[in-house]
Nanobody, 123 residues
Framework: QVQLVESGGGLVQAGGSLRLSCAASGRTFSSYSMGWFRQAPGKEREFVAAISRSDFITRYAVSVKGRFTISRDSAKNTVYLQMNSLKVEDTAVYYC????????????????WGQGTQVTVSS
């Protein structure tokens, strides 16, 4: 298992940007594909973005494609989510997750999860 700690959440106005970070502990970060999910109040957790183990494949939810960018830095054992042109509907707790699969957008494939970081977008 890998331990994950997210940071970078906060309050931002609509149209603004935030960058989330997820630091992973352990020696095998490069063997995991990584993902970001989010959960808004009263809603189910949903997929946001994923990046493959070798970082040349990325996947995005339709709702964030073109606005969000996922990336990873293996030297720092960190995955990032750059969020631009934020909308009020992006408000949620954002979770980082790690999967043993090559790349996935299904929550059931992710065995390690962070504690979440709150992102609030005001109008």
């Amino acid at each position: 298992q890998v331990q994950l700690v997210e940071s970078g959440g906060g309050l931002v106005q609509a149209g603004g940007s935030l960058r989330l970070s997820c630091a992973a502990s352990g020696r095998t970060f490069s063997s995991y594909s990584m993902g970001w999910f989010r959960q808004a109040p009263g809603k189910e957790r949903e997929f946001v973005a994923a990046i493959s183990r070798s970082d040349f494949i990325t996947r995005y939810a339709v709702s964030v494609k073109g606005r969000f960018t996922i990336s990873r830095d293996s030297a720092k054992n960190t995955v990032y989510l750059q969020m631009n042109s934020l909308k009020v509907e992006d408000t949620a707790v954002y979770y980082c997750a790690a999967s043993r699969t090559f790349v996935s957008f299904s929550a059931v494939d992710f065995g390690s999860w962070g504690q979440g970081t709150q992102v609030t977008v005001s109008s």
